[in-house]
């Protein structure tokens, strides 16, 4: 597995080729619809570019799950450190299956 330094430098380099974001611009932080003004489409976008610059498969569908769990039904807007959280969360679950 990534450190957390380069699994943020993976996903801000999918997302920024997705969003076509300048360089600093995307934190941990940073709301994808809110700060990024990303769009639906694009998180499927961002799906493929972190598997390609990663080879880390991510399921937004199952992303939004876990994250609808931690931060309730409402949720209309994840953050970075979100996406972060989820990766980790899944390598973990995959490595003690």
Do not use: C, H, W
Not at 87 to 94: L, M, P, Q, V
């Amino acid at each position: 597995m990534l450190s957390d330094k380069e699994l943020f430098e993976k996903v801000e380099e999918a997302v920024r080729a997705v969003l076509n974001t300048e360089e600093g611009e995307i934190r941990p932080e940073s709301m994808f619809k809110a700060d990024l003004d990303a769009e639906s489409i694009d998180y499927l976008d961002i799906s493929y570019e972190i598997e390609q610059k990663s080879g880390i498969e991510l399921d937004f569908t199952d992303a939004m799950e876990y994250l609808t769990e931690r931060k309730g039904d409402d949720i209309t807007d994840i953050s970075v450190q979100d996406l972060l959280d989820y990766i980790k969360y899944d390598a973990d679950r995959k490595k003690d299956s």
